[in-house]
C-alpha cells in the first residue's frame, strides 16, 4: 500500500530502512521536514516523477521568492535545517526514498499551480500550524512570526505575500529540471507497476469526490417557518425580526450567516461525521476560510465552529424535504 504518514505516527518501513536516526514516534526529520513543505506547497503526494518535479518546482518558487535559501541545491542536495544543534539535509535521494508518501486520506495529484499561486499565503499558514500543532518541522522555523510592536507578545504570522514574475516562475522551471536530472525514472515506474490496483481504486475515489453531491442545498427551497427558526437562532436578538430574509440577516448581521446554516445542513443531511475530526463527505465543497470571521474556529476546526454556534439546534430544520414540527 502506498507510504502514508500521519503526524505523530510511524510511516512505511522503507523511512525506517532508509534513515538511521528517528524521533520518539519513528518518524525522521526529512520526513516532518517534507511534509511540512508539501502542505506548504499544495502537494498532496509524491507517487509520480512528474509529482518530484512539481514539488521541486513550488520548492524553488516559495524558497527564492522568500530569499531565505540562496543556496538551493548546492552540493548535491536541496536545502538544510537545523534539527536541535544538528543539522539536516534534504537530498534528491530523499525525495526518492519518500516516494508514496502523501499527506491527505485520499490525495489529488496537487493543487493547481495557478490555484497555489493565489492562495501561497493559506498554504504557508495551513503549513505552519502543522508545524506548531501536529509535529511537522518547518525548515524556515525563523520566519513564522514577526514582532509588530516592541512587546514580545504582540506578534503576527509573517507574510507570504509574494507573486513570482515570469522570470522567477521560468528560472524555477529550469531548476526544476536540473534536479530531476538527479532523480531516476525506473523506481517511479516499478512503484506504479507495484501499486497499479490502488492506483486504479484511488483514481475511482477521486472521480466519486469529485462528483456532486445527492442533494442540493437551496436556502430558498426550506419552509419559510424553518428559515424563521433558523435566522431567530443564529441572528442576535437585538437584530433579529419577525419575517427577515437571508438577503437582511447579510446585510443587517453579519455575511457568514449562510455557511453556519450551510455547514448545519451539512451535519442534518449525513454529509458531516465528525467535525473535529474533520470528517466530511469527499464530494462536498467547503471552503474553511469563510468561518475565520466566526472568531471561534480560526480556520482549523470546523468542529469549533460547530459547537460555538449551538448548530445542531437547527439540524431539525434543515433535514431535507423535512417536515415543519416543533417550532417555536
Request: one cysteine or more; proline letters at 6%.
Amino acid at each position: 500500500m502506498f507510504q502514508k504518514i500521519a503526524i505523530n505516527l510511524a510511516p512505511n518501513n522503507i523511512f525506517h530502512t532508509f534513515y538511521p536516526e528517528k524521533d520518539q514516534d519513528g518518524i525522521t526529520p526529512q520526513t516532518r521536514a517534507l511534509f511540512f513543505c508539501m502542505a506548504a506547497t499544495g502537494v498532496e503526494r509524491l507517487f509520480t516523477h512528474d509529482d518530484v518535479r512539481e514539488f521541486v518546482f513550488r520548492l524553488a518558487v516559495m524558497f527564492r521568492q522568500m530569499k531565505v535559501i540562496d543556496n538551493l541545491f548546492k552540493d548535491d542536495y536541496l536545502f538544510d535545517f537545523p534539527v536541535g544543534e544538528d543539522c539536516c539535509r534534504i537530498t534528491s535521494a530523499d525525495l526518492v526514498a519518500h516516494m508514496g508518501l502523501y499527506t491527505t486520506d485520499y490525495p489529488d495529484r496537487a493543487m493547481p499551480r495557478e490555484e497555489w499561486f493565489e492562495n501561497m499565503q493559506r498554504c504557508w499558514e495551513n503549513a505552519v500550524w502543522l508545524s506548531i500543532l501536529g509535529g511537522a518541522i518547518n525548515p524556515l522555523a525563523h520566519l513564522v512570526f514577526e514582532a509588530v510592536s516592541e512587546q514580545e507578545v504582540n506578534v503576527r504570522m509573517k507574510s507570504l505575500d509574494v507573486h513570482p514574475s515570469r522570470h522567477d516562475i521560468r528560472n524555477a522551471l529550469v531548476f526544476a529540471e536540473q534536479v530531476m536530472q538527479e532523480i531516476p525514472v525506473e523506481p517511479f515506474l516499478q512503484f506504479y507497476e507495484k501499486e497499479k490496483e490502488t492506483f486504479q481504486r484511488m483514481e475511482e475515489y477521486l472521480a466519486f469526490a469529485g462528483s456532486p453531491l445527492p442533494v442540493e442545498y437551496n436556502w430558498d427551497a426550506i419552509p419559510p417557518d424553518n428559515q424563521q427558526a433558523i435566522l431567530k437562532h443564529l441572528v442576535e436578538p437585538r437584530f433579529y425580526r419577525e419575517g427577515m430574509t437571508m438577503e437582511e440577516a447579510i446585510r443587517e448581521y453579519a455575511d457568514w450567516v449562510p455557511d453556519l446554516v450551510y455547514l448545519a445542513w451539512l451535519k442534518a443531511n449525513g454529509f458531516a461525521g465528525n467535525l473535529f475530526r474533520d470528517e466530511l463527505d469527499p464530494r462536498v465543497r467547503i471552503d474553511p476560510s469563510r468561518y475565520e470571521e466566526l472568531g471561534t474556529d480560526v480556520g482549523i476546526n470546523l468542529g469549533m465552529t460547530y459547537q460555538s454556534a449551538s448548530l445542531h439546534e437547527i439540524e431539525k430544520y434543515l433535514v431535507a424535504a423535512g417536515p415543519c414540527e416543533g417550532l417555536p
